[in-house]
């Protein structure tokens, strides 16, 4: 089955910089790559996700990078603020709306 | 807006009892999932359904098992609870499969269960 690695695990970063996310996926069919932010207490909550016909997205400070080629996909946050802490979720899938293979996620800490 | 809920917040059990969890979605979305959720180990999935009466086991099915005999209503089953089973559950739906618009899963809020 599909094998989700994420890093770094912890990040912590000033505020104002960027943040960067790494994820390797194995499956060569899987073609869909969100990203969930989960604060605490609070449930995952979709904020970026990509495509494999696509190889980046950009939304505001978010943007997700994919290399189908490599099998990896990236997240970058510009201008970190103090509530972008949470953790955040890479997954993978082979179609939108389909089981999600997660990986173990980031503990993002943003410091004023 | 999309809506899932979940039965509780908070559940307290006691090794061995039969645990009902319940999740229900108002968006009549086709798929619906089951997820654990463990510090250091992500979410993991236990059990999905792409339709009515259909279910299908995810990584972590053992100890489980499922029901869904309506379109919005998915429940999770402990038949016999052990401690090792606490843990933040948590639901999901999403209308089904395909490259039809941004139609990702949208999580209910969790229920965290502890097996005493």
């Known amino acids: 089955g599909e094998n989700v690695e994420q890093h770094p695990s912890t990040l912590s970063v000033q505020e104002g910089d960027s943040a960067v996310i790494k994820c390797t996926y194995s499956d060569s069919a899987s073609n869909y790559f969100p990203w969930y932010k989960q604060e605490l207490g609070k449930r995952p909550q979709l904020i970026i996700d990509i495509r494999s016909n696509v190889g980046e997205k950009k939304d505001q400070r978010i943007a997700v990078t994919l290399n189908k080629t490599a099998k990896h996909f990236s997240l970058h946050i510009t201008e970190t603020q103090p509530e972008d802490s949470a953790v955040y979720f890479c997954?993978?899938?082979?179609?939108?709306?389909?089981?999600?293979?997660f990986g173990k996620g980031t503990s993002l800490l943003v410091t004023p | 807006d999309v809506k899932v809920t979940q039965s509780s917040r908070y559940l307290v059990k006691r090794t061995g009892e039969k645990v009902f969890l319940e999740c229900v979605q108002d968006?009549?979305?086709?798929?619906m999932f089951w997820y654990r959720q463990d510090p250091g180990l992500g979410l993991r999935l236990i059990y999905f359904?792409?339709?009515?009466?259909m279910k299908e086991k995810g990584d972590i099915p053992e100890g489980y098992s499922v029901s869904r005999e309506k379109k919005e209503r998915f429940s999770l089953i402990l038949e016999s609870a052990s401690t090792n089973q606490t843990s933040m559950y948590l639901c999901?739906?999403?209308w089904g499969g395909g490259d039809l618009g941004t139609d990702t899963q949208y999580f209910g809020p969790g229920t965290r269960l502890t097996v005493l």
């Open positions: 999901a739906s999403s």
């Open positions: 359904s792409y339709d009515v009466k």
């Open positions: 968006m009549d979305h086709e798929n």
């Open positions: 997954a993978a899938s082979p179609y939108v709306g389909y089981a999600l293979n």
